[in-house]
Structure formats: structure tokens, C-alpha cells
């Protein structure tokens, strides 16, 4: 029985070796991601208002969307971007904002949407909406597209880019 043992220890030890490697750069690999993620978070946080428009247009246009415009600064009717993707047309607003979003910018859009005739409303953020945004963007038939989605949006195009 020992000598078993003995022929059996060492292909443990590299089993072993291999599962902790493997762990261990697993979790490297999420600390460099939690790391990228926080360094990205605080630019993006401590943007202008249009320098976020324009981030989001080229994300966009990184993640397929077609047509990509940023709209003139006043006078937009509530959208900041209009752009298209698969045949279906979007008006987005863009709100980078230190406290969660109000329906106000979720109304904005509602309209814009329509005086641009686009398909789609969206309200693209960094932060997250408040409960009556939300309830008004479901009536409305708006999207909310809050910060864990701009987050998985800036990941899916750094993995194509």
C-alpha cells in the first residue's frame, strides 16, 4: 500500500500544482478586471457632459451601431444620439450624473424620440435609475440602459477592439 502511495503522490502534487496555477490566474485576471473596471469608472465619472456623448456615440459605434450622430448641444430635443442598428432606428439620451436618474431625462427621450422619428428611445447613464424612471420608462417604452450595462457594453468592445 505505500509503495502505491509513493507512485501515486507525485501525480497528485502536479494535479495540485495545476489547480492552484489555474486558480491563481483566474483570480489575477479578475483583479486586473475589477482594477480596469474602477480606473474607467472614475474617468468616466469625472467627464463633461458632451465628452460623455461623444464616448458613448463611439461606443456605439464600437458595439455595431450604424449612422452614429451626436446631436447639437442645445435644442436636442431630449436625444443626444441618433443612431441605427439592424434596421431599427435609436434616439439616446446621455446623462453622466453623480446621483441616480430622474424620469425627467426618461420624458426627454420620450419626446425626442418622436420628433426625431427614430424607433427607439434609450437613456444611456453612468450611475442607475431611480424607481419612478423606471416605471416611467416601461409605460413609455423606453430603455434604461444603466451602469452595469454601459460597463458590459465597454467590455464586449474591448474584447472585439
Not at 413609455?140 to 477592439?161: A, C, P, Q, T, V
Amino acid at each position: 500500500m505505500n509503495d502505491r502511495i509513493q507512485e501515486v503522490w507525485p501525480l497528485l502534487a502536479v494535479i495540485l500544482g495545476i489547480c492552484l496555477c489555474a486558480g491563481l490566474f483566474f483570480l489575477i485576471k479578475l483583479l486586473i478586471r475589477q482594477y480596469k473596471r474602477s480606473r474607467r469608472a472614475g474617468a468616466i465619472d469625472e467627464m463633461e457632459g458632451h465628452d460623455f456623448e461623444y464616448f458613448c456615440a463611439e461606443l456605439l459605434e464600437k458595439r455595431g451601431f450604424l449612422d452614429v450622430e451626436v446631436t447639437r448641444g442645445s435644442g436636442d430635443y431630449g436625444v443626444d444620439i441618433l443612431a441605427e442598428k439592424d434596421g431599427v432606428t435609436y434616439a439616446v439620451q446621455c446623462k453622466r450624473y453623480a446621483a441616480p436618474v430622474g424620469v425627467q431625462a426618461v420624458q426627454q427621450v420620450y419626446a425626442g424620440r418622436d420628433y426625431y422619428d427614430r424607433m427607439v428611445g434609450a437613456v444611456l447613464t453612468n450611475q442607475y435609475f431611480t424607481p419612478a424612471a423606471v416605471e416611467a420608462a416601461k409605460r413609455l417604452k423606453i430603455l434604461l440602459w444603466d451602469r452595469g450595462y454601459l460597463d458590459s457594453m465597454i467590455e464586449e468592445s474591448e474584447k472585439n477592439f
